[in-house]
Nanobody
Framework: QVQLVESGGGSVQAGGSLRLACLAS????????MAWFRQAPGKEREGVAA???????IYDDSVKGRFTISKDNAKNTLYLQMNSLKPEDSAMYYC????????????????WGQGTQVTVSS
């Protein structure tokens, strides 16, 4: 059974930075794609970034140039470095994993964490 646990959320001022982490336990092979999603109250779930087998990455246009997704396979950990944060980045952030091609479509993912809250104040 695969479990994903997010950490690193918190409250920051606009322009600040946070680094989120997602610790994976259970079996996840190297063919799995991993991704970060976010959801704010009253808004749809939004794909933020994803990383694939060859460490190829994709980003939503809203975070390109500000966020960086990476992973440490030895530590079974996925990261999201968030710089130049904006109030509109405030949301619950979730990590997700599944086998398959790289995508930011949430329905393509099978395994989900419980989320970590990010709040950015103006």
């Amino acid at each position: 059974q695969v479990q994903l646990v997010e950490s690193g959320g918190g409250s920051v001022q606009a322009g600040g930075s946070l680094r989120l982490a997602c610790l994976a336990s259970g079996y996840i092979d190297m063919s799995y794609r991993m991704a970060w999603f976010r959801q704010a109250p009253g808004k749809e779930r939004e794909g933020v970034a994803a990383i694939g087998y060859y460490s190829t990455t994709i980003y939503d246009d809203s975070v390109k140039g500000r966020f960086t997704i990476s992973k440490d396979n030895a530590k079974n950990t996925l990261y999201l470095q968030m710089n130049s944060l904006k109030p509109e980045d405030s949301a619950m952030y979730y990590c997700a994993a599944n086998a398959g091609s790289l995508t930011l479509v949430g329905s393509s993912y099978t395994y989900w964490g419980q989320g970590t809250q990010v709040t950015v104040s103006s």
